[in-house]
C-alpha cells in the first residue's frame, strides 16, 4: 500500500511539474515571437475569443471535438477562450496536407504514424485513451456466422474475408504489412456502399467511432460480435510543425485535465455506454504490430494511465 501511494504520490507531482514546465516553455515561446512578430502569438493580454478549426470528421465518427474544448478551456487562465468550428468537407489526405501547409484547418485528430509525426506537429496524448487501435468490424447484416470461428489475421484469408479501408489511411498500411487482405477507397462515404455491395467484408473501425455510423446506418449493418483487432495506433492531436504554441496550449490543457480528473471524467461519460455496447475485454483479440512505429508513439507506450485497459 505504502508503494503505491508514493506511486500515486510520484505521478501527480510528474503532472505539477510537467504542466509547470510547459507553462514556462509558453511564456518563452511568446516571449521569442514578440520580438520576431509571428502570427502565433497567444491573444491572452486582451481574451479576445479565437476561432480555431477542427477537421469536420472529428466531430461525427467520435466526441473528438469534445476533448479539445476540455484542454482549450483548461488552459483559459493563460490563452484567450476558444470557439471551434468545423472544417469544409474533405477526404483525410486533403485535410493533412491542409494543415501541412497552413490551411484553413488548424487542429486534426488522426492516427499516429511515421509520416503524420514528422510531417505535422503531433501532441502526444492518445485522444481517447487509444481507442482508435482497438478495432471491430462493421459487417452486412445477417453474417455474423461467417465470422464466428475467426481466431487469427490468417484466418481472414482462409475465409476470404477482405477489410475496407481508405486508401491513405495509416491503418490501411499496418493492416496490410501484417498480411490481412485489404480492399480500399480513396474516399470515406464510398466504403459504406463497397461493403454493402459486397466489394469488401468487413469495415474495421476504431471502437470510439463505430456506434455512431452503425446507428446512422442500422438498417443495413451491424457489429460484429466476436473478435477485436488491436494494435498500438493512438490518434494524435496534430497542428502546424510551426504552430507551437497552439500544440502546446492543446498539451498543457490536456495534461491539467488529466491531472485534475475531468479528463477520466469527460471520457467516462462520452465512451462507458459505447464500450458496454461492444464488450471489449469478451473478445477474441488478434494482435498486430506496427512495423514502422513512430519515435513519438513509441515513447508513449509504457505510459499506462493515458490508454484504456483491456
Known amino acids: 500500500m505504502v508503494i503505491g501511494l508514493n506511486r500515486h504520490f510520484l505521478s501527480q507531482a510528474l503532472a505539477v511539474l510537467l504542466s509547470a514546465a510547459l507553462i514556462l516553455f509558453s511564456f518563452t515561446l511568446y516571449a521569442d515571437e514578440i520580438s520576431t512578430g509571428s502570427q502565433d502569438k497567444p491573444k491572452n493580454s486582451s481574451k479576445e475569443q479565437q476561432v480555431i478549426t477542427l477537421w469536420e470528421r472529428n466531430f461525427d465518427t467520435a466526441p473528438v471535438n469534445e476533448i ?98 481508405g486508401e491513405y489511411w495509416p491503418d490501411t498500411e499496418v493492416l496490410q504489412r501484417n498480411g490481412l487482405p485489404v480492399v480500399t477507397s480513396k474516399a470515406y462515404l464510398p466504403i459504406f456502399d463497397m461493403l454493402q455491395e459486397g466489394e469488401c467484408d468487413c469495415f474495421l473501425r476504431g471502437a470510439q467511432e463505430i456506434i455512431p455510423e452503425y446507428q446512422s446506418r442500422k438498417a443495413q449493418v451491424d457489429i460484429e460480435q466476436r473478435f477485436l483487432v488491436q494494435y498500438p495506433q493512438p490518434g494524435f492531436f496534430y497542428v502546424n510543425r510551426d504552430n507551437k504554441l497552439l500544440a502546446m496550449r492543446i498539451e498543457l490543457g490536456l495534461l491539467r485535465a488529466l491531472d485534475d480528473g475531468s479528463y477520466e471524467e469527460l471520457f467516462n461519460k462520452l465512451m462507458s455506454p459505447q464500450l458496454d455496447q461492444l464488450n471489449l475485454k469478451s473478445r477474441t483479440s488478434i494482435r498486430l504490430n506496427i512495423p514502422d512505429m513512430s519515435e513519438t508513439n513509441l515513447s508513449i507506450q509504457r505510459a499506462s494511465g493515458l490508454w484504456y485497459p483491456l
Open 68 to 165: 479539445l474544448e476540455l484542454a482549450f478551456k483548461k488552459t483559459e487562465d493563460l490563452y484567450p477562450p476558444v470557439r471551434l468550428q468545423r472544417s469544409t468537407p474533405m477526404e483525410y489526405p486533403d485535410a493533412i496536407s491542409s494543415i501541412a501547409n497552413r490551411g484553413a484547418i488548424d487542429v486534426i485528430s488522426a492516427a499516429s504514424s511515421r509520416t503524420n509525426d514528422t510531417e505535422l506537429y503531433p501532441i502526444a496524448f492518445p485522444v481517447l485513451k487509444g481507442l482508435l487501435g482497438h478495432r471491430v468490424c462493421l459487417i452486412r447484416k445477417g453474417e455474423q456466422t461467417r465470422f464466428d470461428g475467426l481466431m487469427t489475421g490468417y484466418d481472414f484469408t482462409e475465409k476470404k474475408i477482405n477489410i475496407c479501408q
